[in-house]
């Protein structure tokens, strides 16, 4: 489970609303429940909002004056987001929302410091970004999906240990 917030936490490094996108598709989807103070992320008009911003961040990311990631703005976002998106995966296996804040953190750092040093350094050697952006994206995209399809099979076991309700 830790590695799966992790790479959710990287994801949101790399592109803020990624994970929380993928999240609530898994949510939506049945895959990764929520319920409580979570059930908001299985809505499928929050589904919708995640993913057009997900894939507006895309877009823009792709233009030349695109901000860094690790100016104080866009990682805010990255940790804010980051951090929701730990939480509602350690909600959907019931697990406290502390867990997958704090390795979601970790993840953010990685994803965002980690990401803008290598993005560099493929930029500079192809001597072009788009490539590179849009190879980040469909990493970040295939790091959330990973990530809650972990979780997702975790889950079964999990289920076996909860009281079963009227019993």
Request: net charge positive; charged share 10%.
């Amino acid at each position: 489970m830790i590695l799966s917030y992790v790479l959710l936490g990287i994801t949101a490094g790399l592109r803020s609303m990624t994970a929380l996108a993928v999240v609530c598709w898994f949510a939506w989807l049945g895959l990764l429940p929520q319920s409580g103070w979570a059930h908001w992320a299985g809505s499928l008009v929050v589904v919708i909002v995640a993913t057009l911003a997900a894939l507006g961040e895309y877009v823009g990311d792709t233009l030349p004056q695109a901000p860094d990631r690790i100016a104080p703005l866009g990682l805010s976002a990255r940790i804010v987001l980051g951090s929701l998106a730990g939480a509602l995966a350690a909600r959907g296996v019931s697990e406290p929302a502390a867990g997958g804040i704090l390795f979601g953190l970790i993840g953010v750092g990685i994803g965002a410091f980690g990401g803008y040093r290598v993005r560099l350094y493929w930029s500079r050697a192809l001597g072009r970004d788009l490539p590179v952006a849009l190879l980040e994206s469909a990493i970040a995209l295939g790091l959330a999906i990973w990530g809650c399809w972990q979780l997702h099979q975790y889950l079964p076991g999990v289920l076996v240990f909860l009281p079963q309700a009227g019993q």
